[in-house]
């Protein structure tokens, strides 16, 4: 297969990860971060080295750079592993330089490609040929040193939405070259459903905030009890009723199939994917409110289903308890601000559940 040429962004886990995973398939891969003097081992040697569930090596880079032009500069794909966050701003500073022929892919998403394509219109930029977005993580994976990467689990089924929907044919047959794992969701907002962070992490940070502010907690090994795994398919129950009135069938990537292995086939992650995850020990850390956990997977991501939720009358009181609890310990309203909420920062309020599934299919005019 011809390799591609692909600009991942950021230098976070996820962003080593795909960088050097891509490479040692004989991709061209040029990885860019902001911060030189994060990156400085990368930048001199342009090497990673990754060890992965059955591939392992020393990675090279057809270029590591902190210049974002020099970067996308002949992609095919833009892959964006960075947190929901960081999608808006990130949209405006790379609008002057997309060529509008790129698939940009976020992994995953919580509706990047809404907000990331908002941000390059509304700065004079031209919109790529099409965005996507993941349910999940593709690799789930630890930085072991300044230029060593470990991922002991990788998705062994990827859902992916395109926006608008519209182009999903030619978007899912570039973005298939990269991960075969891909499969196919009815649009963006489909797989922003399926996103698993969105249902585990509020659960498990809130129901062992006492160990977490104590220091170094696995929350994925001892914090993963029986009574904790209800509150978290009660989540998981509630948004799969929100994916049912939307009018998204199966699969619907139940939670129970990462914890329970008789269904791990069903699932993201594969058979043994939580064993792996425990053993491999790289999830001992220190967590705070200001963790990936919490300032994406709480304040948007589970602030973006209950605020649908809301919209389309789907009862999901252990998803607004939970939400309501973090708005507690933030300090922070996140439903609600001036800027209209989560739906109202893309454009979306006010929607009935056919006017959202046109938008998606659409793109609404923001491409």
């Known amino acids: 297969m011809t390799p591609l040429g692909v600009a991942v962004l950021g230098g976070g886990n996820g962003g080593y990860a795909a960088a050097a995973d891509l490479s040692l398939a004989g991709h061209r891969v040029r990885l860019w971060r902001r911060s030189a003097a994060d990156f400085e081992p990368v930048l001199r040697t342009g090497r990673i080295s990754f060890e992965g569930d059955g ?66 219109k509304r700065a004079g930029g031209r919109s790529p040929f099409a965005l996507a977005e993941t349910g999940t993580l593709p690799y789930l994976a630890r930085k072991v040193g300044p230029a060593a990467v470990r991922a002991p689990v990788a998705a062994a089924n990827l859902p992916t939405g395109v926006f608008p929907a519209s182009r999903s044919e030619g978007a899912l047959s570039l973005l298939r070259r990269l991960y075969p794992s891909i499969r196919p969701c009815a649009d963006a907002l489909d797989a ?94 220190n967590l705070t409110l200001e963790h990936r956990y919490v300032s994406e997977d709480v304040a948007m991501g589970l602030a973006l289903f209950v605020a649908l939720q809301d919209a389309l009358g789907v009862a999901a009181p252990v998803s607004r308890s939970i939400l309501t609890l973090f708005e507690t310990l933030l300090d922070r309203d996140l439903l609600g601000s001036p800027s209209g909420g989560p739906l109202g920062r893309m454009g979306l309020a006010g929607l009935d559940g056919q006017t959202l599934r046109e938008f998606f299919r659409t793109g609404g005019g923001w491409l």
């Open 55 to 120: 591939v392992a090596g020393e990675a090279s880079l057809d270029r590591a750079t902190t210049d974002l032009k020099e970067a996308l500069d002949g992609a095919e794909v833009v892959l964006v592993p960075l947190p929901a966050t960081a999608h808006g701003d990130l949209g405006a500073r790379c609008a002057e330089h997309l060529t509008g022929n790129e698939v940009v892919l976020f992994t995953p998403g919580t509706l990047g490609t809404v907000v990331f394509a908002r941000a390059v």
């Open 192 to 285: 922003a459903l399926t996103n698993a962070g969105t249902v585990i992490h509020p659960p498990l940070v809130l129901l062992n905030a006492g160990p977490i502010e104590a220091g170094r907690y696995d929350i994925h090994a001892a914090g993963s009890t029986a009574g904790i795994l209800k509150v978290i398919y009660a989540v998981d129950a509630e948004r799969i009723r929100l994916r049912e009135t939307l009018g998204y069938g199966a699969p619907h990537y139940e939670l129970a199939t990462y914890y329970e292995d008789s269904r791990a086939a069903e699932g993201l992650y594969g058979k043994s994917a939580k064993e792996k995850l425990v053993r491999s020990g790289l999830w001992n850390e």
